[in-house]
């Protein structure tokens, strides 16, 4: 795999700096770590990096979707990881710097916990997590003013948390027009006050696959999210709070939801990237294709840790899925008991976006419905509503994205880039 090959390259050259140092630096310093990650010694909190006020290049704009008077940002960057951190940080920092400072600070509050034990966090995490993703958080840092050490604490506090959610996946037989779509119900606190600084955030690599993610100002992991290649990803969390503290040892799920929306250019190889991932604790999964295999799956991580961590994962209408018999074929869902199925079963052959937007109202946690998107993954298109106000995501209304239209930068061409598959 092309993830692989990157960060054996890396460690190569990495490895390659320290033997021409010494070796025994290269003994200190893995000293150093272990005695850090274990809390063994006090952790060194590393040094902030120097604001950059020239642009490193690649570029970032902004722009807004809307209905009525509802309106969502739409952040488009294109470059490097760090390139497009800064541009994003540049367009985002006073929202950055209103919700993300407030945010870590809440979240400390309410979970009893101090920055040691989140600098402690992030640094056993960030041992498994995507260099892409720190490199965007440096980048992030720099082009906003705001410290690393804080976006590093506010990526690191869903691993601490529990949250519950829902997610449908239809296509071929089972819509009307043959197109793979997938929804999102992000059931979570609202009292983080995380709906209240939406954006979309478009990237564009240098290397890899463009990707949408449905955000919040200042986070940059996917807790959803779809990929050029028609790959779609969405999650429900099963662990509650009793099971904590969660196995540190593994990236967050939204840090490697963004490894696959880079890497993977069919469920296959998103497939094969995630059974090389390890797991921080119980989640249900939906990995949805809309433009090569033309298909979902749904997985089950029942228990992510141990020598055979187990880990289902189930087709549409498979005889061993847990929702059997209420399962049907060319669809497949978790909602967690909220009674999607006979809508599912009523509507099956007539399924679209806005009928998955309609459904996806229905099954919310109310009192917790944060966000709602329904995703196209076959024709790249998006429907999103966010909680607002005294209204929760299902109150309000939806605003739609058509990525093969969206044009941030006004310069007559589609930013997205052109399907490599023929859409019907």
């Not at 604790?281 to 997985?299: E, N, Q, S, T």
């Not at 459904?359 to 429907?383: C, E, H, S, Y």
Request: hydrophobic residues 45%.
């Amino acid at each position: 795999m092309r993830l692989l090959l990157r960060a054996t390259l890396c460690c190569l050259l990495l490895n390659l700096c320290l033997l021409l140092s010494g070796g025994g630096f290269v003994q200190a310093a893995d000293a150093s770590k272990e005695a850090a990650v274990t809390g063994a010694a006090p952790l060194a909190v590393a040094a902030e990096p120097a604001p950059r006020a020239a642009d490193p290049g690649g570029s970032g704009h902004r722009t807004f979707i809307a209905n009525g008077d509802v309106k969502i940002p739409v952040v488009v960057v294109r470059g490097t990881p760090y390139q497009m951190g800064w541009h994003l940080g540049r367009l985002c920092a006073p929202e950055m710097k209103q919700f993300v400072p407030a945010a870590v600070a809440g979240f400390k509050q309410e979970l009893q916990v101090d920055d040691a034990t989140l600098d402690r966090t992030w640094a056993t995490t960030a041992a498994y997590t995507d260099l892409r993703v720190q490199q965007q958080l440096v980048g992030a840092a720099e082009g906003s003013g705001l410290p690393l050490r804080l976006l590093q604490h506010v990526h690191c506090l869903p691993l601490l948390m529990p949250y519950s959610c829902s997610c449908i996946s239809a296509w071929g037989d089972a819509t009307e027009d043959g197109h793979l779509y997938q929804t999102r119900n992000l059931d979570w606190a609202l009292e983080a006050g995380a709906h209240e600084f939406p954006v979309l955030i478009v990237y564009l690599p240098t290397d890899g696959e463009a990707h949408v993610t449905p955000s919040f100002t200042g986070f940059f992991g996917a807790h959803c999210g779809m990929n050029a290649a028609g790959v779609v990803l969405s999650e429900i969390g099963d662990a509650p709070a009793r099971e904590m503290p969660y196995n540190l040892h593994a990236p967050h799920f939204t840090a490697w939801f963004r490894t696959l929306l880079y890497d993977a250019q069919s469920l296959t190889d998103a497939l094969a990237l995630f059974r090389q991932t390890p797991q921080t604790k119980r989640y249900h999964f939906v990995f949805g294709d809309g433009l090569h295999d033309k298909r979902a799956v749904k997985i089950r991580v029942a228990a992510p840790l141990g020598a055979e961590p187990q880990i289902d994962v189930w087709s549409d209408a498979a005889a061993d899925d847990e929702l059997a018999p209420h399962t049907l074929s060319d669809l497949v869902y978790h909602d967690e008991g909220r009674g999607a199925f006979p809508t599912l079963e009523a509507e099956r052959g007539k399924i679209n976006g806005p009928s998955l937007v309609a459904l996806a109202n229905q099954i919310p946690i109310k009192g917790g419905n944060v966000m709602n998107v329904v995703f196209d993954a076959t024709a790249m298109r998006l429907w999103v509503s966010y909680a607002g106000g005294d209204k929760e995501a299902y109150q309000r209304p939806y605003v739609t994205l058509d990525l093969t239209k969206l044009d941030a930068d006004a310069d007559g061409r589609p930013d997205w880039p052109s399907p490599r598959v023929a859409v019907k």
